[in-house]
């Protein structure tokens, strides 16, 4: 019984071998990485140089330092977008948009949230992108009063100019109007690039857009569980955050199938 017992074992640690191989190449497929747009870097790596806002990515980033400086003014030349489309975007307001396009150029740890799109000036883009309740609510919360014509700021404009401009027709209408709650911000403005969520920052369950460098990157440990749920269920997107007693169920089906058999062979040799 006893060669067996081993056969066994060695069958199980194979077959277990196996798995974790296979898993190990989907989290590296999903992790510290940069998308495939416009201005992003094809690997995320150390830049000295990144200016001001961008700087908590200096690390490790998928942003150039011309890129990082671009973010910053008024009239970027990164898309040609123009924030004063209804007057002057007040600095506390525009603050959290420098902030936004920061995180979206630089960050290495959007990986789970990058989704194929067929456009003209980018192969991918984010979608769904937990961002902490915190980060939401005050970016909504520093712009409520500034004026805004539109609820998605990816389409629909007048670029006649080569800048956008609000279309034929619209209004220009407090942020509050446009957008009740800070959910409705941050879900439409750029077309479900973020979900809004209940998490918060140092939860290790939602993307930060503001973080002290000097604490390390708190996305990095977020995109891990990310990328884990993503494996381990393919309609991960569409669930809640689990309850600790969850996870269990969470884990890769030949995981679960091997685990009866690990006690089998654990306890057979225990016996022997």
Known sequence: GLAMRMGAGQALLMLLAANMVVVAATKDSLLNICMDAKHHKTKPGPEGMLHDQCAPWKDNACCTANTSSEAHKDQSNLYNFNWNHCGLMPPKCKRHFIQDTCLYECSPNLGPWIDQVDS????????????????????????????????????????????????????????????????????????????????????????????????????????????????????????????????????????LLLLPLALVVAIEGAGG
């Open 120 to 255: 003209s000036w980018r192969r991918e883009r984010i979608l769904h992108v937990p961002l902490c309740q915190e980060d939401c609510e005050e970016w909504w919360e520093d712009c409520k009063d500034y004026d805004t014509c539109k609820e998605n700021w990816h389409q629909g404009w007048n670029w006649a100019t080569g800048t956008n401009r609000c279309p034929w027709g619209s209004m220009c209408r407090p942020f509050s109007q446009v957008f009740p709650h800070p959910k409705d911000l941050c879900e439409k403005i750029w077309s479900n690039s973020y979900r809004y969520t209940r998490e918060h920052r140092g939860s290790g369950l939602c993307i930060q857009m503001w973080f002290d460098p000097a604490q390390g990157n708190p996305n990095v440990v977020v995109a891990k569980y990310y990328a884990w749920r993503k494996r381990s269920s393919p309609t991960w997107m569409d669930e809640v955050t689990p309850e600790p007693n969850q996870v269990l169920c969470a884990l890769p089906w030949p995981a």
